[in-house]
């Protein structure tokens, strides 16, 4: 497909934009008759290579639908989503996967498999239907999991590990794809606090290692705050605000969209902090 | 780290299909009339270079000429079987499924009866004669998948219980069709008996024309299932994780769906519906060697067809001169270890 150029040839105005969402609304809905049951409104936001983006909101307020029209695997009802100028949901299923890599809530696993089986997975979109996995992509799953510092997991069965291990060899396997695009999905929902910063460091250090855009789809208000470069904030469907954690960060605003009293003050890193007020409402 | 290798592959493939020749000698070797190993070598040589003639006695003759081809047909048909049950597992992501558990092979058994019903008022060239029936269960097989498939879903998602359950049913359901057609049409000569399509059975010969049908049809199948067989092992982790990792989902959905109701209709149309050769030996494969498809399916190609040939011996010598059905000894094996692998929890 055409990708917008400009005089140069470069994909849009500013060369170093990876990942535009332009206006992307999506609805849902059993019935095509009937009303829909859940809409997403025109979203936009633009992330550069390096940069993290958190989308953020509270339950059902359309994050993990937003994150899957960006992965390009539903079509949006209206808008798109380009990466590197080209529009995601038209890639080729294989293509898309080497671009976009995907670290969902939980990968379930029908029969059991070695964390090096599961990691060599992320070669997928590499290699042709009849063929065996290469020294390559066996060097590059191996570097994976030591870019994630899970080289001991390798032999271990995946249903045999804790759940910050097994979240750091699926990053490893979303790794082997070698994306540009790397996209995780609540990825500490059932971390523990040790676990959650773990991975988010090594979240922060992959993104400026190796030029990743990253998109985080998460209701930790504060973990959000602390990695996050832009933070879309999502409200029943609306994308309320998108920009630097500062900005998006008002008392009035979280209050509303998260229905608690809270107070926001600055950390040590300079990024605001949300304290919660117990107990104020009732 | 120890990723799959060809060599690996073929060295696992060598070392059954040496175990399948083994207990191919085996069947050849036992029943009514006893051969020697060396008279049965010496045949099966003559037979190799195509100078039959030149056989020992009549007793080798009937040896060649009843045994080999029935051993040959379980072959294919344990084969053909075991593949389809590999498939439906990974595709309907459920480690209980095969063509018998499902349903498919009832459908597949329903699909052959209604061909050889409607076969002399439709004007069949001749030539087609030989692939109508199993061209008519692979429809039949293809019809009940689709069904199931629809039965066993719930709020959009495949569900374990629902699917296993639409498949117990959809089986008496159309076993029920199947004794009503076989009953009033008692008298037609070419419908084979209600134990053939009900239990499974090898004993009755085949055109050899269907020889070749079978033969081309399981391998132009199993090698279109292969060719998604890393495909097959990201299915395995759910849709949707193999769509982000570049799985053209609904294309091999659709793809290994034919293929495998070809195969089931295939395997139904000449043997029946003979049960738990489908579940069973992709399990035992999988413990062996693992659950990666790309060696799954040629290992369970081979298991099916060294179970079946075992069953089928078994079969006709247990209770000589009689005979039980071929399906009645899959069953009488694969029962007990298929409540085993449900109270495991496999599911």
């Known amino acids: ?282 | 780290m120890r990723p799959l290798t060809l060599q690996r592959l073929f060295l696992r493939c060598a070392v059954l299909a040496a175990i399948l020749f083994v207990v191919v000698v085996i069947a050849l070797k036992l029943g009514a009339v006893q051969v020697s190993l060396y008279g049965l070598g010496l045949d099966l040589l003559h037979v190799l270079l195509r100078r039959t003639t030149a056989l020992s006695s009549n007793y080798d003759m009937i040896v060649i000429d009843i045994r080999l081809p029935r051993i040959l047909l379980s072959i294919v048909v344990g084969a053909s079987l075991a593949v389809a049950g590999t498939s439906f597992q990974a595709l309907l992501r459920n480690p209980l499924a095969d063509p018998y558990v499902l349903g498919v092979s009832s459908g597949a058994s329903l699909g052959a009866i209604l061909t050889l019903i409607a076969e002399p008022y439709l004007a069949v060239p001749l030539a087609f004669a030989a692939v109508a029936t199993p061209i008519g269960a692979s429809l039949g097989a293809a019809a009940t998948v689709t069904a199931v498939y629809f039965l066993g879903r719930r709020d959009g998602q495949l569900d374990s219980n629902t699917l296993l359950l639409s498949g117990i049913i959809s089986t008496s359901f159309l076993s029920a069709i199947i004794m009503f057609l076989i009953t009033t049409l008692a008298g037609r000569g070419d419908l084979r008996g209600m134990s053939f399509w009900l239990m499974g059975d090898l004993s009755s010969s085949l055109q050899p024309s269907l020889h070749w049908v079978l033969g081309i049809g399981f391998l132009v199948a199993t090698g279109v299932i292969y060719t998604t067989a890393s495909d097959l092992n990201l299915l395995l982790a759910g849709e949707k994780e193999a769509m982000h990792l570049g799985v053209d989902v609904r294309r091999v959905r659709i793809v290994v769906y034919i293929a495998a109701s070809i195969l089931t209709g295939l395997a139904v149309s000449v043997s029946g519906a003979i049960g738990y050769v489908g579940l069973l030996v992709p399990h035992v494969m999988r413990l062996i060697f693992g659950s990666d498809h790309r060696i799954l399916i040629p290992t369970s190609a081979f298991g099916g067809a060294i179970a079946v040939v075992i069953a089928d011996t078994l079969a006709r010598t247990i209770v000589a001169p009689s005979e039980l059905p071929v399906g009645a000894m899959t069953a009488l094996a694969g029962a007990p270890l298929f409540i085993y692998l449900l109270r495991r929890k496999f599911a």
């Open chain 1, 1 to 282: 497909m055409p990708a917008p150029t400009n005089s140069a040839g470069n994909p849009l105005t500013a060369s170093d934009i990876r990942l535009s969402v332009e206006q992307v609304s999506y609805a849902y809905s059993a019935n095509p008759t009937q009303a829909p049951l859940f809409t997403l409104e025109a979203s936009s936001f633009q992330a550069r290579p390096g940069e993290i983006v958190a989308i953020l909101g509270p339950n059902a307020s359309g994050k993990s639908t937003l994150l899957k029209l960006i992965a390009g695997v539903q079509a949006p009802l209206s808008g798109r989503v380009l990466l590197d100028g080209f529009i995601t949901h038209s890639l080729a299923p294989r293509i898309r996967a080497q671009r976009i890599a995907m670290v969902q809530q939980d990968s379930p696993l029908l029969f059991p498999s070695r964390a090096w089986e599961f990691v060599l997975q992320g070669r997928h979109p590499y290699s042709r239907s009849l063929r065996f996995e290469t020294e390559n992509d066996i060097n590059i799953a191996r570097n994976a999991l030591a870019q994630v510092g899970a080289e001991h997991l390798s032999d271990r069965w995946m249903d045999q590990i804790s759940g910050g291990e097994k979240q750091r060899v699926i990053l490893a396997r979303a790794l082997a794809q070698q994306p540009l695009l790397l996209l995780l999905d609540e990825p500490t929902l059932h971390l523990d606090i040790g676990s959650q910063v773990g991975l988010l460091d090594t979240l922060r250090r992959l993104a400026a290692e190796n030029r990743y855009t990253v998109v985080v789809v998460t209701h930790e208000l504060n973990l959000a705050a602390e990695y996050a470069d832009q933070i879309v904030l999502l409200q029943k469907g609306r994308s309320l605000r998108v920009g630097p954690p500062s900005a998006v960060y008002q008392r009035e605003l979280l209050e509303q969209v998260f229905q608690t009293p809270l107070s926001i003050e600055s950390s040590p890193s300079g990024r605001p902090r949300v304290t919660i007020l117990p107990g104020a409402n009732s």
